[in-house]
């Protein structure tokens, strides 16, 4: 992100900021934030998982305390 920055000022103060340099900045832009929020979403689920397996296992994460909830609200069949 810091080198769009850089590459945006430079073109700036060199007069050759148009609107393709624009367009192409957005779309670098755009791309590493997608890879961004993937990796995000990836390694939280990952860690909410290893979380999950580590609790039904009988282990504890961080103190944290399983409850179960009963099934008041479920039709009998």
Excluded: C
């Amino acid at each position: 992100m810091a080198a769009v920055v850089e590459v945006a000022a430079e073109s700036g103060e060199s007069g050759t900021y148009t609107a393709e340099v624009a367009r192409t900045l957005t779309a670098v832009v755009g791309k590493v934030g997608a890879r961004i929020a993937v990796e995000a979403e990836t390694r939280g689920f990952r860690s909410g998982w290893g979380e999950a397996v580590a609790l039904v296992a009988g282990g504890t994460e961080g103190g944290a305390q399983v409850l179960r909830m009963t099934n008041a609200n479920v039709p009998e069949k």
